[in-house]
């Protein structure tokens, strides 16, 4: 009984193989680096907007602050 046969390890080391497969093609890591590259540009867009929200905030707020109530 060789242990290397066992099914748990044949069945791990096809799902390794296939994984490492994806990995080595270039349309794959393609894809991946497009993930990357819209996770990034996503990130850009939530900042402005978070920005420009801030500043629209401060502006409203000084704007209330400087209503005289008296």
Request: net charge positive.
């Amino acid at each position: 009984m060789n242990p290397l046969n066992d099914p748990a390890l044949v069945y791990l080391r096809a799902m390794l193989g296939t994984r490492l497969a994806r990995l080595r093609d270039e349309e794959e890591r393609s894809r991946g680096a497009s993930a990357i590259e819209w996770a990034i540009i996503t990130a850009i867009l939530a900042l402005i907007a978070i920005t420009i929200g801030a500043i629209i905030q401060k502006k409203i707020q000084d704007k209330a602050n400087s209503i005289n109530t008296g």
